[in-house]
């Protein structure tokens, strides 16, 4: 059964601070107490939205235990490998029009 435990709340926090250091425009839906509801919404330099959420424990990498976050862009059909939440938050700022 997929966990979500590695989302603690100073992941959250983590993730938080880089997608404001990157400059993006950016809520959560407030589930950090139940991370497999937890959903992060970004919006890009170019106005589309993307969805962050937690990966499950079998997509977490034991050598990269801090590469938890994964992105997906409807308008793009994208979404990301499985990263941490700098990473996340420089691609999503990366991403050319």
Do not use: K
């Not at 950016?26 to 890009?44: E, F």
């Not at 959420?53 to 079998?58: C, E, K, Q, V």
């Amino acid at each position: 059964m997929a966990t979500f435990t590695h989302a603690t709340p100073e992941r959250c926090a983590q993730l938080s601070r880089a997608l404001t250091a990157a400059g993006l425009t950016w809520s959560d839906n407030g589930q950090q107490g139940d991370p497999q509801l937890l959903t992060y919404t970004v919006t890009d330099s170019h106005g589309r939205t993307w969805r962050i959420g937690p990966a499950t424990n079998f997509q977490i990498s034991p050598s990269s235990p801090g590469q938890i976050w994964q992105a997906s862009c409807p308008a793009l059909m994208a979404t990301t490998p499985v990263m941490s939440a700098r990473q996340v938050a420089e691609h999503i700022s990366d991403v050319p029009a």
